[in-house]
């Protein structure tokens, strides 16, 4: 065991970096310092050296995993660097048998392509080959990592195009197309608009990512009013989160259309808040405040030990602003955090059920509702599933409780909580 203690300036040296990396392979160490080094050492011969010997290595059991990664990115960056990495994508082809989906190296792969450096044009050929071999024929599969779809970026539009068509219309995991989508049609219109196309076909989930993608520049984002503008999408299914990414894109044209399309929100704080603003003036009372969330919040916020976690605990809130607080309650979805976004299920025996995505897998997907019941329901048995746009947190309470009731509260919100 090398004590940990050597310094960086060590392995300047080539000779001795192949060395490093080459003992390095041969023990257990296991402390920064090496793992640093090690990330350090792997370059020019070394990197290949480490990525041959590493593969070769069929457990690698020993390896601190936590490390391995960073290594794996070290090395194939080197690689690239030294104009070396198509050869080695040549030779790991070659010995199929080192193939595995989920591979560290494989990840590191994949990181490079997403990252667009892979610019050698060798390079980029042989990774195209090994997507063609390995990856598109069991895309749809579903120990199909995102990690591998991530590397189908590389490919040429028009094969992209197939392959999302694909994963679209087959049993892809909900999770392998949302990453299809996020992965492979990020800047390119002709994909967007095809995804665009299947809107309708959409899970909820997928349509969300779908809009996360849109929203991120003014291309997509024309995309995006163009189909609400011409039919397929209707505004009020867009969530509120969406309209305010349109706005913050701050273009005059996406401005002057999402003025025209955007619900105007149902209570603006901004017009009802002058009577609430007086009643700050007077002092609250807690006790009643507690009732008060009893009644009104504590079926999904949790504070001074009161209520659930459905929804986020309020205790950051007991230093937060008065008008912060008004104003969460007064617009429920203006600030949402997309997970919080309200769900509607119905199923083939006509049964509606509403509340957040809390879990889904291959055959199933739950649902939490606002009583803080978890639904499961079979996907087989799913008539139809939409987003509602809106946050799960009802609205109009901030009227139900009055300027009282909400000074109350807010007195209750700011109270320590009882032994
Ligand atoms: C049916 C469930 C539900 C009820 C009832 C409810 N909320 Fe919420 N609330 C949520 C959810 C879900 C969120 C997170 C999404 C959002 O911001 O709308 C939230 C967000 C908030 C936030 C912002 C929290 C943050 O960290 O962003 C505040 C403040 C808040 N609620 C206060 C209240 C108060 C006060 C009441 C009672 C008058 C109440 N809520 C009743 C579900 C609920």
Known sequence: MVACVRSRSWVTDPELRVGLTASWIHNDWDCEEIRAAVEYAIQGEAARYFADRVLAKTSSENLPQDAIQGWWDAALFQLHQARQLSEWIAHTLEKDSHFELKAPWLVSLSRLVHRRQITDPDAKHEVERLVRKFVLPVMHEENASPDALRLLAILPTEEKQKALQHML?????????????????????????????????????????????????????????????????????????????????????????????????????????????????????????????RKWCAACHRVNGIGTE???SLESY?????????????????????????????????????????????????????????VRIPRTSIETWTTTGKSLMPEGMLQELGPQGLNDLIAFLRSQPRE
């Open 310 to 312: 459905l929804a986020p």
């Open 169 to 293: 219309d087959g049993e892809a995991t909900v999770e392998n197309q949302q990453a299809a989508i996020e992965f492979w049609t990020a800047s390119d219109p002709s994909l967007q608009a095809m995804v665009m196309d299947r809107w309708e076909g959409l899970p909820p989930p997928v349509r969300q990512t779908v809009l996360q993608q849109l929203v991120r520049n003014a291309s997509g984002a024309r995309l995006l009013l163009n189909r609400i503008e011409s039919g397929p999408l209707e505004p009020k299914q867009i969530p509120v989160w969406v309209w305010q990414s349109l706005r913050g894109l701050g273009q005059d044209d996406i401005l002057r259309r999402v003025a025209q399309w955007a619900p105007v929100v149902s209570i603006s704080w901004e017009q009802e808040s002058a009577p609430y603003r007086e009643a700050w003036n007077q002092p609250g009372d807690a006790s009643v405040g507690e009732a008060n969330f």
């Open 318 to 374: 007991r230093v937060r602003p008065n008008e912060a607080i008004a104003m969460a309650i007064a617009e429920p979805s203006r600030d949402m955090d997309p997970k919080y976004e309200q769900h509607q299920v119905r199923t083939d025996d006509d049964e509606v059920f509403a509340g957040i995505l809390t879990a889904q897998g291959s055959d199933f997907i739950e649902i939490t509702t606002a009583q803080n019941a978890l």
